[in-house]
């Protein structure tokens, strides 16, 4: 029996929808509180493909997440762009990872490596708005990208 292969290149947050950082900032911007704010992060996990079983494994474990976060990064020469899939069994986390995707995924290796990822999450005043711990998982997933992203540029 033939495995099929997890396709990298799809739209991660649904066909036709291209979301990007400053769409996220701005939908935020006009969101009135937290609770719609969470709401709004939690529907952007759960338009994220949910990584194959296969790929649910130790070497693709993120550490240092409250929930347990898969991430699977490719390099695409062709394109010369990162491919970045993240899944979790936590509705939040998930949706947090859809942030970090929407300014992370499909972009070149060093402009991930340069990201301001902080002032991004700044811009969304996120980091003062989760528990601790949420907040040094979601940092560990941002580093691991960013490990990624400078084995590629500099191979």
Known sequence: MGEQAFDMNSVPFGAGADITAEDVVD???????????????????????PLPDELKTSEHYVHGCQSNVWLEARYDAADERMRLAVDSDGLIVKGLAAL????????????????????????????????????????????????????????
Do not use: C
């Open 27 to 49: 939908t935020l911007s006009f969101l009135d509180d937290w609770e719609q704010r969470y709401a709004y992060i939690i529907d952007m996990g759960k338009q994220l493909p």
């Open 100 to 155: 970090v995707l929407s300014a992370l995924n499909n972009q070149p290796p060093q402009k991930v490596v340069e990201y301001d990822m902080e002032g991004f999450f700044e811009q969304m005043d996120l980091i003062r708005n989760l528990f601790p711990s949420r907040g040094n998982g979601l940092r560990a997933m941002v580093a691991r990208i960013k490990q990624e992203a400078e084995a590629a540029a500099a191979a």
